[in-house]
Antibody, heavy 119, light 109 residues
């Protein structure tokens, strides 16, 4: 069965542009059936969808983050990535990657990776 | 923007009781486009329902989903100790493409 695993820098300084990667195993990312998504959760807070990408490279972003977000896909490595520019303390969160069938629900999810923005 | 508001924020119940969790939308959308998740501390969310009423694989039938339009409900009967967690509703296909409710914490009384 498909599994997702996030990796990221852990601690970043304000104004930096961190990148996170989601590695997909047990299935191909190069599938017309699925979108691949990033969702984040600030400490003690709820869930916020960041954006999604299709195997072709088509992307959809949350308007609230669109100006700072870029999601890319590398089908040769079975990975997709998130870059978030000009981070500040409000971007401190656990970042999850997840698969979406068409435009629907998120399943499965990765275990999440904590990104802390602090000087 | 479709805003989902869950109530109550916290629900305190005892094992064996029935939990009723509400998710209200700022505008009507198809019941086919609503999902529910359970999240336990330190874990990723787990899909419970999609299409409002379709139970995900492995979810006990003590869990049920219902609703339409702007009002959706997750009901958990005969609460077990492992059911105490935070629950989120999520819509898909609106604007933004995906939004979540703020969550309801189900805690042991």
């Amino acid at each position: 069965q498909v599994q997702l695993q996030e990796s990221g820098p852990g601690l970043v300084k304000p104004s930096q542009t961190p990148s996170l990667t989601c590695t997909v195993s047990g299935g191909s990312i190069n599938s017309a059936d699925f979108y691949w998504s990033w969702i984040r959760q600030a400490p003690g807070k709820g869930l916020e969808w960041i954006g999604s990408i299709y195997y072709s490279g088509n992307t959809y972003y949350n308007p609230s983050l669109k100006s700072r977000v870029n999601i890319s896909i590398d089908t040769s490595k079975n990975q997709f990535s998130l870059t978030l520019s000009s981070v500040n303390a409000a971007d401190t969160a656990v970042y999850y990657c997840a698969r979406v069938q068409g435009v629907s629900y998120f399943r499965p999810w990765g275990q999440g990776t904590l990104v802390t923005v602090s000087s | 923007e479709i805003v989902l508001t869950q109530s109550p924020d916290t629900l305190s119940l005892s094992p064996g009781e029935t939990a009723t969790l509400s998710c209200r939308a700022s505008q009507s959308f198809s019941s086919s486009n609503l999902a529910w998740y359970q999240q336990k501390p330190g874990q990723a969310p787990r899909l419970l329902f999609y299409g409002s009423t379709s139970r995900a694989a492995g979810i006990p039938d003590r869990f049920s989903g219902s609703g339409s339009g702007t009002d959706f409900t997750l009901t958990i009967s005969r609460l077990e100790p492992e059911d105490f967690a935070v629950y989120y509703c999520q819509q898909y296909g609106g604007s933004p493409l995906y939004t979540f409710g703020q969550g309801t914490k189900l805690e042991i009384k």
